[in-house]
């Protein structure tokens, strides 16, 4: 009997041991090294070895390179589309990744049951019969989608060999395993060996894969981190999930810009494309509320009105509660801090709480000045004007600063029916007619003033 070989590896970042140890040295992480069973494989499982070392490249010029035929896949999804750079590209990988329930197979299976190629949607995870039933939520008829449920990768090449699909989806990279390996599947040497596998299926029969990913209780792919190098795109799919909306961002990608940002909105048929976000984000109401201003941000290149809230009160507790949903809790005291200091307000005995609508994450720098005036409006309790808009960011010092791209921030609240709009003073703006009214502030005390 052959004689197993196991090694180990660093569950956090897929580093390679020869014996155990408590702390992996590469990403000092503590009690992450874990032993697995591996065997070298004799073959290779995608038939291709031998073609590999046949069929080696010559160094050509670069502007003899002929692009013009990286042919593009039409996922028939707007919105996936423009994240990947404009459709699928021929033997690419791409990988998705995001929280459980999130809705990763939902999207994927949508996608399939919407593409005009053949399609194979291999599963892992869920029977026949449901994926069928939420297939039928979604799109009942489609007749170039075909369902396979299967781990072993040996078994999923056979089906690929007959039926020859012109993509192929696969939930999840996790619950693959290759017979050559002998750890569990979602093992780190199990996800490498299966990736290294469809990795040279798509490359050689020019097959774009699509894959989703496990993430781990931090946010990172579950597995080496090793997986997203090998890949050539990784999206992650994002959004609260007591919340109707979902984004969809590259964190990389080989073949377009990492800018793009795809969002959709779940219902009980399935995702929906939402085309024009802005409309949606703002809360209608009666009326007008204090603590509420509304940011011009962008996503991507998509201008995106979000509306922000601030709830100032009376601090009970010795220390007060600085608390944030959807903006990042440390600029959050910065800018408290800004106001204390160069506004004179008294914010330190108060409790302030911060939420984005919508469900949202905003990094966008040009939400300061809006998360200013909501605490601002929240703190006098008054209501500012609900057609005032904002869009700058407030430095140390108590400076309004210019944003990138503002001109496309004002003409998107422009759009959407603002009367006002506050930006930097020092924004370079050349719009000739536009029929909002742009006030250049350049103090956090301008601000004050105009708001009071
Ligand atoms: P799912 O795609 O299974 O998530 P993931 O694969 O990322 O774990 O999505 C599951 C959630 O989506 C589930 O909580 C129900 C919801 N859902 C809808 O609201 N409408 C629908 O049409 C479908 C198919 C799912
Ligand atoms: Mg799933």
């Not at 949606?280 to 509304?294: F, R």
């Not at 990042?328 to 330190?348: D, S, T, Y």
């Not at 809006?370 to 904002?390: G, K, R």
């Not at 250049?440 to 105009?450: A, L, N, R, T, Y």
Request: proline share 3%; with cysteine.
């Amino acid at each position: 009997m052959a004689k197993v070989k196991t090694t180990f590896f660093c569950q956090n970042c897929g580093s390679q041991y020869a014996k155990w140890q408590g702390q992996c040295t590469s990403c000092k992480e503590w009690n992450t090294i874990a032993e697995e069973v591996i065997q070298k494989p004799e073959k290779s499982n995608w038939k291709s070895e031998s073609s590999i070392s046949i069929r080696t490249s010559k160094p050509l010029k670069i502007n003899e390179i002929d692009t013009s035929q990286e042919a593009r896949l039409d996922l028939q999804d707007n919105e996936f589309n423009r994240v990947l750079g404009g459709g699928m590209v021929k033997g690419s990988l791409t990988l998705l990744g995001g929280e459980p329930g999130i809705g990763k197979s939902t999207l994927l299976l949508q996608i399939a049951l919407q593409i005009k190629n053949k399609v194979l949607y291999v599963s892992g995870e869920e029977s026949q019969k449901q994926i069928k039933m939420r297939a039928e939520r979604i799109n009942p008829n489609s007749n170039n989608c075909y369902i396979l449920t299967e781990t072993k990768t040996q078994n999923i090449f056979k089906q690929i060999e007959s039926l020859q699909p012109e993509i192929v989806i696969i939930d999840s990279i996790q619950t693959l395993h290759s017979d050559y390996i002998e750890s569990s599947a979602g093992s780190i040497s199990q996800i490498k060996d299966c990736t290294t596998e469809l990795i040279k299926f798509a490359k050689e029969t020019a097959t774009p894969v699509l894959l989703i990913g496990h993430i781990t209780k931090d946010g990172h792919i579950a597995g080496p981190k090793i997986l997203e190098h090998m890949v050539d795109t990784v999206l992650q799919f994002e959004g609260d999930r007591n919340h109707v909306f979902r984004i969809l961002r590259a964190k990389k990608n080989r073949f377009g810009s990492t800018n793009e940002l795809g969002i959709y909105e779940m219902q009980g048929s399935g995702l929906r494309e939402v085309s024009n976000p802005s409309e949606i984000l703002i809360s209608e109401k009666d009326g007008e509320l204090s603590g509420n201003a509304v940011a011009a941000t962008l996503e991507g290149l998509r201008p995106l009105m979000i509306e922000v809230q601030a709830l100032v009160s009376t601090a009970v507790y010795g220390t007060p509660q600085r608390s944030a949903t959807g903006f990042n809790a440390k600029r959050l005291n910065m800018l408290l801090a800004v106001l204390e200091k160069r506004a004179g307000f008294r914010l330190g005995a108060k409790d302030v709480f911060l939420n984005i609508t919508g469900g949202i994450t905003v990094d966008d720098p040009a939400i300061d000045l809006a998360v200013t005036a909501a605490i601002l409006s929240s703190n006098a309790d008054e209501a500012l004007p609900s057609d005032y808009c904002f869009a700058a960011e407030v430095g140390l010092s108590g400076e309004i600063r210019p944003v990138q791209r503002v001109e496309q921030r004002i003409l998107e609240a422009e759009k959407l029916g603002f009367s006002t709009i506050f930006v930097s003073k020092y924004s370079k703006i050349s719009l000739k007619e536009s029929s909002i009214v742009i006030k250049k502030v350049s103090k956090i005390e301008d601000i004050v003033e105009h708001l009071t």
